[in-house]
């Protein structure tokens, strides 16, 4: 959070209009407020109890206008060319085919105000499978630490029948191929990462 929150601010000092997909209860939205308010939050989740409770913990320390989205990011009618920062924390991994990725990020872009960001924290896989396979048993064997055989077990079964994450890479080149004229890498470790895309400001 500290690493997104920082750089969408480094591109864009003073936001006017944030979006947050899968927002959750709203902790990336809250961490960026934390050093500049007020600033107008969209929010967006499939749960709206988790968007209940991100908004009451927004509208505690905002005073910008706050609207809540229950739905799928996908098919929501959402203000084009006018987000100054977008966050998407562990949700794009859900998506399914390389069309889904593609049309997904042409979405984000589109959304994205000139010279605006998006930032994305998630899971994500390797380019070269025997990397892959090597990364998902260090991942494993930390499931394990914690849970044990069946805990692990748990987790990737899951993983296999509701995600498709992509490469830093993949999401990198497609970042660039829907329009964001910049891309940057925050942070990777195994098989998770943080980076994120910046909007020319020219349209």
Not at 58 to 85: A, M
Not at 108 to 125: H, K, N, R, Y
């Amino acid at each position: 959070m500290e690493l997104i929150t920082r750089s969408a601010l480094a591109c864009c000092p003073q936001p006017k209009n944030l979006l947050d997909i899968g927002c959750g209860a709203g902790n990336n939205t809250l961490k960026l407020l934390q050093s500049v308010t007020p600033v107008d939050c969209d929010l967006v989740d499939l749960s709206l109890p988790m968007l209940e409770r991100a908004q009451a913990r927004v509208s505690d320390v905002n005073q910008g206008n706050i609207r809540i989205f229950q739905g799928d990011f996908r098919t929501l009618e959402l203000p084009t060319n006018h987000y100054n920062v977008i966050f998407a924390a562990a949700v794009l991994h859900h998506l399914r085919d390389d069309a889904d990725w593609e049309s997904t990020f042409k979405k984000i872009f589109e959304l994205t105000a000139p010279g605006g960001s998006v930032w994305i924290t998630d899971l994500v896989s390797q380019e070269t499978d025997a990397v892959h396979e090597m990364m998902w048993d260090r991942y494993g064997s930390f499931l394990e630490s914690i849970g044990g055989p069946e805990y692990r077990k748990k987790i990737f079964d899951y993983i296999d029948l509701e995600d498709s994450p992509r490469p830093v890479t993949y999401q990198l080149d497609l970042l660039k191929k829907v329009g964001f004229e910049r891309t940057e890498i925050l942070h990777k470790n195994s098989c998770f990462a943080a980076f994120g895309g910046i909007k020319s400001p020219h349209p």
